[in-house]
């Protein structure tokens, strides 16, 4: 299980990685800023829903199956 979950981590890594600079290539400058700002934005808001909120919350639980 531990496998799959390192190969799956490693596999998400390198499609968020690659595809920053495809934004850019296709959407042009505005559009890659976009990108990586939302991404940032992104994962910063659940980075914190994950470090305020216990980890047995319903709220928590419920926000991240939603997300």
Do not use: E
Not at 23 to 49: E, P, Q
């Amino acid at each position: 299980m531990w496998l799959f979950r390192i190969l799956s981590s490693a596999l998400f890594l390198a499609v968020t990685v690659l595809s920053i600079p495809l934004a850019f290539d296709v959407g042009g400058k505005t559009c890659g800023l976009a990108f990586s700002l939302s991404l940032a934005s992104f994962y910063f808001l659940f980075s914190l829903l994950k470090l305020t909120t216990p980890d047995r919350s319903w709220f928590r639980s419920s926000l991240v199956m939603l997300v």
